[in-house]
């Protein structure tokens, strides 16, 4: 149980594009996501909390319009990085909010890695 | 805001010893939970213990178990037995009881088990 999906697994695109990434909560229902962002031999950085129905709340200095959030359901969120720049390359990991043995916590879909030429 | 340290970059163990990992964290808040997660090659992020800071009794499984000091706000991850397979970073992490919810991490740990 609590499995997290996420598609794709690994995306190439040009400079000015824009990708979408797909989070999904297999097994459960999540009415909180993450989005992380890891750099090479770096932590997870945490980029937004996406609520489902409501606006996602974005951390200090993540640009809101470049990175698009969208919660539409309790088992998809989606983050979309618009007008890609190779800087935008990364690792970008989303996780789900679940409860098991009474207690909640987050669990992680695989990742994505983007890279922008 | 609450910050997660782990002072050490790197380690290495050899095959069926023990090592432990640290991490010390700051809060004002009582109520929270403490994780280790690891994260092997595949980059795919494993929860590997956790501690709800209510709780005196430090958490076990299996291999790995945990030293909680409240007082002291240290939470180090011990494992014994090392194995290949455990190979990975590590990456302590503080959530708040309530609120946002949201998970602060440590730098990480890249633990080497060496056969």
């Known amino acids: 149980g609590a499995v997290v999906s996420q598609h794709p697994s690994w995306v190439i695109c040009k400079s000015g594009t824009s990708v979408k990434i797909e989070c999904r909560s297999l097994?459960?229902?999540?009415?909180?996501m993450f989005w992380y962002r890891q750099f090479p031999k770096q932590s997870l950085m945490l980029m937004a909390t996406?609520?489902?129905?409501?606006?996602?709340?974005?951390e200090q200095g993540v640009e809101k319009d470049k990175f698009l959030i969208n919660h539409a359901s309790l088992t998809l969120s989606t983050l979309t990085v618009t007008s890609a720049h190779p800087e935008d390359s990364s690792f970008y990991i989303c996780?789900?909010?679940?409860?098991?043995?009474?207690?909640?916590?987050?669990?992680f879909g695989p990742g994505t890695r983007l890279t922008v030429t | 805001a609450q910050t997660v340290t782990q002072s050490q970059p790197e380690m290495s163990v050899q095959e069926a010893e023990t090592v432990t990992l640290s991490c010390t964290y700051d809060t004002s808040e009582n109520n929270y939970y403490l994780f280790w997660y690891k994260q092997p090659p595949s980059r795919q992020m494993i929860l590997v213990i956790r501690q709800e800071a209510y709780k005196q009794q430090n958490a076990t499984e299996n291999r790995f178990s945990v030293n909680f000091q409240k007082a002291a706000k240290s939470f180090s991850l011990k494992i014994s037995d090392s194995q290949l397979g455990d190979t990975a970073m590590y990456f302590c992490?503080?959530?708040?009881?309530?609120?946002?919810?949201?998970?602060?991490f440590g730098k990480g740990t890249k633990l080497t088990v060496n056969p």
């Open positions: 992490a503080f959530m708040s009881q309530g609120g946002s919810e949201k998970l602060v």
């Open positions: 996780s789900a909010r679940g409860r098991t043995s009474g207690i909640y916590e987050q669990y």
């Open positions: 097994d459960f229902q999540a009415t909180t």
């Open positions: 996406s609520n489902e129905g409501s606006k996602a709340t974005y």
